[in-house]
């Protein structure tokens, strides 16, 4: 809605004069006075735009109220709440606090981008990153295969958690080319059996 700037009425019923000096946001009410009057129009002075309103009064039709909205602002506003939205949310559903496998090592070059932790819930490994990651490169994930090669990882991004949806036991983040490359491991580790002593 529009801040109210100013609105002036004469005491003839047309406008002049002034109603508001302060930036208020208020509906405006025109009341008829029982004079005459069957034509006005008012300017109306707002923090955006000035509108420029015809009012004409008839015996047999009266309008109850007219507004106006700025769309640019409602869309603004549903960007916001939808991003507060996906804020709020978890970062997966229906996990199994039980399940959940914290036994993975992260080991490389000691860089911004170093993930914080890496866990799984026996479907899908997560892969939480500082919350610097929100304004610097997220490096691609590769997952070292039984044959030792390097192989690219289908995964998605959700705020600082990467999630994959599949186990591995060995993956590298890689970033750069050359000389300039940095890498991170992530390696899960197996629990070690104890022996009888």
Known sequence: MASIANLTVKDDGSFEGTLATLMVTAPI???PNGRKVKDS???INTDRRTYHVELRATAAS???SVSWTY???ELIALQ???AEAARAAPVAGAIDLAALNFRYRISGDKVAW???RAFDDMRQLFIEFGAEIATGDMPPLFVTGSSGEAELVNYRVQGRYMIVDRLFERGELRLGVG???RTVRIERETPRRRGRS
């Open 41 to 43: 129009e008012p300017v």
């Open 114 to 116: 170093r993930p914080v």
């Open 71 to 73: 769309p640019a602002d």
């Open 62 to 64: 009266y309008m109850a």
């Open 179 to 181: 000389k300039q490359a």
């Open 29 to 31: 009410a025109i009341v």
């Open 80 to 82: 916001v709440a939808e």
